[in-house]
């Protein structure tokens, strides 16, 4: 929901950066890899406690997610390039809420499966749909130029950064915040049923 919002927000600072990266000679599959890596850290920090530093490492991890995206744009998309940045995206998004379980496995363990759960129902209900769409040749910039066919929701990328951010300051209350956030994930991905119903019944 609100990805297009930062989006115009952020893009031209990450395009700014992007124009000095690209002049030396890294890759945007570089950057992906070493986003994912940071984002893996993040989750090893998580589960020791460390939540603090674990929030540090997510927030460069996402601005390494979103670098990649500006490099490409200069240097030239790839399908790899596509390809790598959606599935280490689902990495990151499994990896910080396992974290969270293995901090506190008796406290976080039910609802870290609810909420790995809900990400899965809302990523399968994404990814079927750009399949569909590109197998009609259909075409969005509604979250700009991407690789895959983007629909829209109610928990994005955005959404869900925020709510990893809230578990970092707030580790107590994980339960709480990622049953509520997986009713969202899931209300998400109900939408986008009824949005392909609509267009590919």
Known sequence: ????????RIDPFLDRLAGGLATTGVSANFITLAACGTGLLAALAIAGGHFWLGLVLMLAS???????????????????????????????????????VLADPAANAVAGA???????????????????????????AARGAKSLFFTTGLAEASETIAVFAIFCIFPGYFSEIA???SAV?????????????????
């Open 179 to 181: 049953y509520v956030f």
């Open 185 to 201: 994930c899931l209300y998400t991905a109900l939408s986008r049923m009824v949005l392909a119903a609509r267009t590919f019944g």
């Open 62 to 100: 996402r601005l390494g997610d979103g670098l990649d995206g500006a490099v490409a744009r200069i240097n030239g998309k790839t399908d790899l390039g596509g390809y790598l940045d959606i599935v280490l995206d689902f990495v990151f998004y499994g990896a910080i809420p396992l974290g969270f």
């Open 114 to 140: 609810v909420l790995v759960f809900s990400f899965y129902v809302n990523g399968s209900s994404f990814l079927a749909y750009a399949v569909m769409a590109e197998k009609r040749k259909m075409e969005t």
């Open 1 to 8: 929901m609100l990805d297009g919002w930062t989006r115009a």
